[in-house]
């Protein structure tokens, strides 16, 4: 047994933290409607939970080290501790390694596995400790209880999964296999979040643009004609999606942006270097100067797309000349936004054991001119939007009175002062451009 005091019969109340991308803010939200149609509610800010689930991240840096500090954490003055189940990738990765060195958890649960949680949760309040790691056949999604009140932004995962295996990355391993979610099922679980407010919808997927499936008439389709379908939902008025490959962007894809209004005019294509040497030992299939094509065709569809992408620096063999390419890359495409990662070696992924791996010094450098570029080219990215006319999707209250803060299309953070509800769609005029946002002025 464990030990911490469990708390006496089934938990009351839940907390849940996600760390990670938008998959695991998803899955979280799953996890809380899942927690709440077992009749516990989320715990009040400020105050203890009966049950702590840690939705756990494992793409980067020492993830599992926060993880065991975070259990530590959880330990409450008078020695007791919260039901802890720990999720997520780290969960899948280490969980054996976790229930070995944390009496304090109880439940070890991974990404394809959190439909099981309320059995889990069951054995746990009777002093049992239970890992479940297993990728089942079943339906994770059709276990979990339908989707009821949202945010106007809300996410909604439709592909889960990757089949690429770069060389550097440890999702093919946490997330397993490339898996659709059925047609059906995404149309009815959109009309639900439409329902319960939400005004956007964000595709989620690790490779969103490899989506399959059969439209009603059983025709097959891609996730452009996914896309076309949900636009055809009245109340939904903007369509997004994340992230995507380069090499499975169709012809389809790249024509729904110029075709389909409510597809917002902004597109994440990771490339994570510019040299195409590194790339290949990337294991990334794609080139620097067939990337730079891709982006271009984009471009042409829809010539005010914003761009985004994601850079890994300090990849095993990474030259100066290599990361010369990288700077030029940015040039080429000058960014709106983009993310850029030193490179961290995953358990298990071959670049882990590849030689020349790249001192820490030299990886801070490249990171903070990298950045630097990625940020002139952010800001230059608004300060030209200024003066444009655009809808803002209003997502929620600014600090000041009768201030509301809300996304323009092209993902910019935008506030204004004036008449407004949560999920409006309110026409302003871009006056002012920050780094990180817009100032607007309702028309
Ligand atoms: N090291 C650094 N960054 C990584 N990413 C994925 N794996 C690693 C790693 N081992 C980055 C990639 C990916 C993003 C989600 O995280 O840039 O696109
Ligand atoms: Fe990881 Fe590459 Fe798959 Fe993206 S495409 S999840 S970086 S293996």
Not at 81 to 110: H, K, N, W, Y
Not at 206 to 227: F, P
Request: hydrophobic share 35%; charged share 25%; proline share 5%.
């Amino acid at each position: 047994m464990n030990d911490i005091t469990s708390p006496q019969g089934f938990p009351r109340s839940y907390r849940i933290k996600s760390f990670g991308c938008q998959m695991n803010v998803y899955d979280g939200e799953r996890m809380g409607e899942m927690l709440g149609a077992q009749g516990m509610a989320p715990a009040a800010e400020g105050e203890d939970a009966d049950l702590v689930v840690l939705n756990t991240c494992h793409i980067r840096e020492k993830a599992a080290e926060k993880v065991y500090s975070d259990i530590g954490r959880l330990r409450r003055e008078d020695g007791t501790s919260p039901l802890i189940a720990v999720a997520g990738c780290v969960a899948q990765a280490e969980g054996e390694e976790i229930m070995s060195r944390s009496p304090g958890v109880s439940m070890v649960v991974g990404p394809q596995a959190y439909h099981r949680l309320p059995g889990m949760i069951e054995k746990a309040t009777r002093g049992e400790r239970v890992t479940d790691t297993d990728m089942p056949t079943e339906a994770k999604f059709g276990a979990l209880p339908a989707r009821r009140k949202t945010a106007p932004s809300a996410f909604l995962t439709v592909q889960e999964g990757c089949d690429k295996f770069c060389t550097y990355c440890v999702v093919p391993y946490t997330r397993g296999a490339e898996i659709s979610r059925p047609y059906a099922d995404l149309i009815d679980e959109a009309q639900r979040l439409v329902d319960g407010g939400a005004r956007e919808i964000t595709l989620l997927g690790q490779n969103v643009n490899a989506w399959t499936g059969e439209d009603a008439k059983g025709r097959a389709i891609g996730l452009d004609g996914l896309i076309r379908e949900l636009a055809a939902l009245p109340d939904l008025k903007r369509i997004r999606y994340t992230t995507s490959h380069p090499n499975d962007v169709t012809d389809g894809l790249i024509a729904a942006h110029g075709e389909v209004e409510k597809l917002m005019p902004y597109l994440h294509l990771p490339v994570q270097s510019g040299s195409s040497s590194i790339l290949s030992a990337m294991n990334r299939s794609h080139t620097a100067e067939s990337y730079i094509r891709v982006i271009e065709r984009f471009r042409e569809a829809r010539p005010d797309i914003a761009i985004s992408g994601d850079f890994i620096v300090g990849f095993p063999g990474e030259t100066d000349t290599d990361f010369e390419d990288t700077l030029r890359m940015v040039e080429t495409i000058r960014y709106a936004a983009a993310f850029s990662f030193k490179y961290s070696p995953r358990p298990g992924t071959p670049a882990a054991t590849m030689e020349d791996q790249i001192a820490k010094e030299v990886m801070d450098e490249r990171l903070q001119r990298l950045q630097a570029a990625i940020t002139r080219d952010s800001y230059a990215f608004n300060t030209a939007s200024v003066g444009k006319i655009c809808e803002v999707l209003v997502e929620r209250k600014g600090r000041k009175p009768g201030q509301w803060i809300g996304k323009t299309p092209w993902l910019q953070s935008a506030w204004f002062t004036g008449d407004a509800q949560l999920g409006d769609l309110i026409t302003v005029e871009l006056v002012e451009a920050g780094p990180n946002s817009l100032e607007a002025r309702v028309l």
